[in-house]
C-alpha cells in the first residue's frame, strides 16, 4: 500500500489546454505537501509548496483538501516546456518529518 | 554555489562488488537522504539523516549501508551488489527548521550491476 498515490498517466493534451492532476494522501497527520516536476533522466526539482488555502504561480494553481485527503495540481495554457513528470510529496510530524513521494504523473504537451 | 553534488554519476559493477557512492552538499543543511528511482516504482527512500553521526531506514534499507561522519557528506554503500540494485541512485539534503522540509537533490547516479 503506497502513502501517497498518483495517477501515472501519460496525460496528453494540447497546446494552451488546461490539465489537472490529484494525488491522494493516507496519513491524515500529514503535515507539508509539495509539487515537485522532474524532468526526464535529471533530478526532481520543487515546483512550489502546497498551503492549506490554496496558493498560485503563474499559470499552476495548487490546492489541500484535507477532509479528503488529497492535493491537486491545475496547470493552464500549457507549453510544450511543461512536458515533465509531476510528483506529488507529503510530510508528516512525529519528529523527523520525512517526505515521501507518490510515483509521479507524465504530461506530455502536443503542438 | 554547488548545492549537492553526487559522485560518481555513473558506475558498472559486477554481482557481488562493493562500492561507495558520495553525496556532499555546502548549504548546511541538517537532512540529508538517499533515495532510488526505477521505472514506474517513483523515488523511494533508501536511508536518511537528520544529523551529524546519525542515520535511520527507510523504506527500502536492505543491501546499502550508510555513513554520515561530517554534516555535509552522506555516503551510500553497497557490500555485496545485486543486478536488483541496478537503479537511479539520488541524493538530498533539506533544512527543516526553515520551516518547510524543501529538498534539493543532486543530478543523480546511475549504477548498472551486470
Known amino acids: 500500500r503506497k502513502e501517497v498515490e498518483q495517477d501515472p498517466g501519460p496525460f496528453n493534451v494540447p497546446e494552451g489546454a488546461t490539465v489537472a492532476f490529484n494525488c491522494t494522501y493516507s496519513n491524515s497527520a500529514s503535515q507539508s505537501f509539495f509539487w515537485y516536476r522532474q524532468d526526464c533522466r535529471k533530478e526532481p526539482k520543487l515546483l512550489m509548496s502546497?498551503?492549506?488555502?490554496?496558493n498560485e504561480d503563474g499559470r499552476f494553481t495548487a490546492q489541500l483538501n484535507r477532509a479528503s485527503q488529497y492535493i491537486s495540481l491545475l496547470i493552464r495554457d500549457s507549453k510544450l516546456s511543461d512536458s515533465a513528470t509531476y510528483l506529488c510529496v507529503v510530510a508528516w510530524g512525529g519528529g523527523s518529518y520525512i517526505p515521501t513521494f507518490g510515483r509521479g504523473t507524465s504530461l506530455i504537451v502536443h503542438p | 554555489n554547488a548545492g549537492v553534488t553526487q559522485t560518481p554519476k555513473f558506475r558498472v559493477l559486477k554481482t557481488g562488488q562493493s562500492m561507495t557512492l558520495l553525496c556532499a552538499q555546502d548549504m548546511n543543511h541538517e537532512y540529508m537522504y538517499w533515495y532510488r528511482q526505477d521505472p514506474g516504482m517513483g523515488l523511494r527512500l533508501i536511508h536518511y539523516s537528520v544529523g551529524e553521526g546519525t542515520t535511520a531506514k527507510g523504506e527500502v534499507p536492505d543491501g546499502y549501508n550508510v555513513s554520515r561522519l561530517k554534516k555535509q557528506n552522506f555516503l551510500l554503500g553497497l557490500e555485496s551488489a545485486a543486478p536488483s540494485q541496478t537503479s537511479v541512485y539520488f541524493c538530498?539534503?533539506?533544512?527543516?527548521?526553515?520551516?518547510?522540509?524543501?529538498?534539493?537533490f543532486g543530478a543523480g547516479s546511475r549504477l548498472t550491476v551486470l
Open positions: 538530498a539534503s533539506s533544512l527543516p527548521s526553515s520551516g518547510a522540509n524543501v529538498l534539493t
Open positions: 502546497v498551503y492549506s488555502s490554496g
